[in-house]
């Protein structure tokens, strides 16, 4: 298939069965870009995701552009971008003009509880397979629970933790330790 | 001329929305107040419907906020305007990105990156897990703690993690479908 195409569809589908945003998304993208094509690896769609987090807009959004740009520069980044978009788009506007109810029709709402269900299992089974593969080692367990923690407790802005991190990162770099 | 405000608004937004769709919300908030696009009331149905339809939140809300304000160009052009700031910085990270990648520093600092953001994905298990599987409000209200508890969802949640744990090639759509139609079937 030709490869614009293939993003546009592929981001397309990861837009149509994700609900809940961004990190909901991940089970999908780690599916789709690291099994299904050869576009990313776990690691670097984590790194994605840091850089999504701290620069403006939509992570899901962020995510798609940097796949595409990989791939194919701007027009590949274009396709893949509007590719995650364009479920939406069409529904929303379909619920916006003839559905203004959507969300109260019990139809719905039993389907969604039952989604919201699926979508923990799914980040929770992410989280396992990321753990196993990214935090192995003591300063990786530390810098973990700490953006676990304050997230949790503090609610602070995620930035904080990413940025944090990296200098961690840089730090041990220097002293020769691994993590 | 709308068109060109609604651009103007939600490239704003795209810009300065820093985190994500839910960032989104409080400049929704200031939109309501300062154009008769939308009242107030309206955004929390759109909050309802963004959440519980398909795709990034924040281009849900832009999209059902477009529409709302000029019909269907309006939703395009909204949506157009709050992922163009993203896709023209991304699109420079990108490329700087690609000239780094085998800079010692640079995964350094990613090699750190990973285990926070692995953090970070935790917490929206977290907080995904508590909405789906407790009820707080009802909690809350008779102070009972078999009200906390959805036990219908907890059986669930422990089938689809058995199942995903024992099929690990299943495609994430198959448990979604799935989880929709055990969903309606017993009217979770």
């Not at chain 1, 991940?26 to 094509?37: N, Y």
């Not at chain 2, 703690?145 to 422990?158: G, K, V």
């Amino acid at each position: 298939m030709n490869i614009y195409l293939d993003l546009f569809l592929t981001f397309a589908k990861i837009g149509t069965f994700t609900f809940g945003g961004g990190y909901a998304m991940l089970p999908m993208f780690q599916k789709e870009l690291c099994e299904r094509h050869d576009w990313a690896t776990k690691e670097e769609i984590l790194d994605y995701y840091a850089v999504a987090q701290c620069t403006p807009g939509v992570i899901a959004v962020n995510t798609a552009t940097f796949v595409g740009a990989k791939q194919k520069g701007a027009l590949g980044a274009a396709c893949a971008t509007i590719g995650v978009v364009f479920p939406a788009v069409i529904i929303i506007t379909i619920i916006a003009l003839v559905l203004k109810n959507f969300a109260d029709i019990p139809a719905v709402q039993h389907a969604f509880n039952g989604i919201r269900v699926a979508v923990a299992v799914l980040i929770l089974n992410a989280v396992i397979r990321l753990w196993k593969s990214n935090v192995k080692t003591v300063w990786a367990r530390l810098i973990f629970a700490a953006s676990l923690l304050l997230l949790l407790f503090v609610r602070l802005s995620p930035v904080y933790p990413i940025l944090g991190a990296a200098a961690i990162g840089i730090v041990c770099e220097l002293r020769g330790k691994k993590i | 001329m709308i068109y060109w405000q609604l651009f103007y608004e939600f490239f704003k937004i795209g810009l300065f929305a820093v985190g994500g769709g839910l960032a989104t919300i409080p400049f929704l908030q200031e939109l309501a107040e300062k154009y008769p696009w939308f009242d107030t009331a309206m955004l929390s149905n759109m909050i309802a419907v963004g959440e519980s339809t398909p795709g990034p939140i924040g281009v849900n809300m832009a999209t059902y906020a477009g529409v709302m304000a000029a019909g269907i160009p309006g939703g395009m052009i909204a949506t157009f305007g709050l992922i163009l700031p993203s896709y023209l910085s991304i699109l420079l990270i990108a490329r700087a990105l690609e000239k780094f990648r085998e800079n010692r520093w640079v995964n350094a600092a990613f090699m750190g990156v990973r285990p926070a953001v692995t953090g970070l994905i935790a917490v929206a298990g977290v907080s995904m897990l508590r909405v789906s599987l407790l009820n707080e409000t009802a909690f809350a209200a008779s102070g009972a703690w078999e009200s906390l508890f959805l036990w219908r969802e907890w059986i669930l949640f422990a089938v689809l993690f058995a199942v995903m744990w024992k099929w690990k090639k299943l495609h994430p759509i198959v448990i979604i479908a799935a989880a929709a139609v055990v969903g309606i079937v017993f009217g979770l």
